[in-house]
């Protein structure tokens, strides 16, 4: 099938970041694509050449994701800063600031009516947000270890989410209740999101695997095991028909769903890619990566339609329709591995040090007296993972490419195992205040939910009251008028 296939092309990089990053996402003309970094700054690029770039000013640490409004009127941010920004992509660089969660945000994502974003965060709660109001709505709290990765359904009924307790959880919005759970992770669960028509979930962990699951049936129903290492991403075509993962053995892979193997191998970055992202149309996709390169790749291969590409191979007809994603019940999972029949592409890309475009940066904004410590934290830690990556780079590369996963899994965070110098007497203890902790967390958002509920209620007394008055007035005033004639 490969050899009928045009290859995806290596069409544009872009220079601007300064460290890592992070993540990426088209707006919905495909006109912008934004991407975050761990320099702290989003950048908006505009995809006419020559255009120029913008760059937001605002979290005071990493930004761990992105992503576009339905409408591409607003783009939402989340940062290790513990918030979430509304952004305003044009050269005003207006921004509006929710104090998210009490640890480090994950990911953010709009619904799909561009009505709610929800988010996770190391405090291990996902969380909805009304974008109109600007307020929380609700939490739903049954992971018991940091969340990596939050999505609503394209129906937005339904918000998968996964996290580092090695499970991929299922929400129903409206009773806000956990309705199933997949495990089956040899490591955390490190992404997570729905097809396009909402039948199915994908996830991938850092055990090196992908696995695609109909949410329909609760099966688990493609297992790919195709990377040497953890993937950090992924992304589905619009089409539902092939899948893009960015992993920390610094290459991406392309999966056709239809027939369920690797057809590509993508190569470009120098270090873990930790971003992939499809456009809205799927003419493009986008990748960003530990080497602070951005790149944007012309897809090609799905512009030929698969009936007209099964038809040309006569052999492969059976009497029964072809196989899809949507359509496959197996008695149990099956495993595809990687095949010595894929694709290798390797474009040549040139230094991305140097600013290119040229590059507006816009949304500066004065720090309060929190935001400054914050601030202060923030950056003692980021010269601390600085000087530990200088220290890395003077290493031999077969140690380099060892430790790549443990470093970059995810976005760069600390994980719990470098804790491990703590002293045996302070085990328990601190054992004891993390479960505090927890359940203090958990107090809080119930009494945010509850806080929510009130503040409905008094809104519509309010209205009532406002409409009673209203009435009253009116009746008034007609029995003004019936009483008139008759003095």
Partial sequence: MASVMEDPTLERHFKGHKDVVSCADFSPNNKQLATGSCDKNLMIWNLTPKARAFRFVGHTDIITGVHFSSSGSLVASSSRDQTVRLWTPSIKGESTVFKAHTASVRSVQFSSDGQRLVTASDDKSVKVWGVERKKFLYSLNRHTNWVRCARFSPDGRLVASCGDDRTVRLWDTSS????????????????????????????????????????????????????????????????????????SDTTMKILDLLEGRLIYTLHGHKGPVLAVAFSRDGDLFASGGADSQVLMWKTNFDSLNYKDLLSRHSKRVTPDPPPHLMDIYPRSSHRHSAQNGTVEINPIVADTQSGDPQVVEVGRVLFSTADVRSHDSAMSSRDQRISGLGRSRTRPREEEDEDQEGRFAGVMTTSREECSGIPSSLTSTLENIVQQLDILTQTVAVLEERLTLTEDKLRTCLDNQVLLLQQTQQVDGSDEEAEGPSV
């Fill in 176 to 247: 806000r209740q956990c309705i199933n759970i997949f495990t089956d992770y040899g490591g955390s669960a490190t992404f997570v999101d729905f097809n396009s028509s909402g039948t199915c979930i994908a996830s991938s962990g850092a055990d090196n695997t992908i696995k695609i699951w109909d949410i329909r049936t609760n099966k688990l129903i493609q297992h790919y095991r195709v990377h040497s290492a953890g993937v950090n991403c992924f992304s589905f075509h619009p089409s539902g028909n092939y899948l893009i993962s960015g992993s």
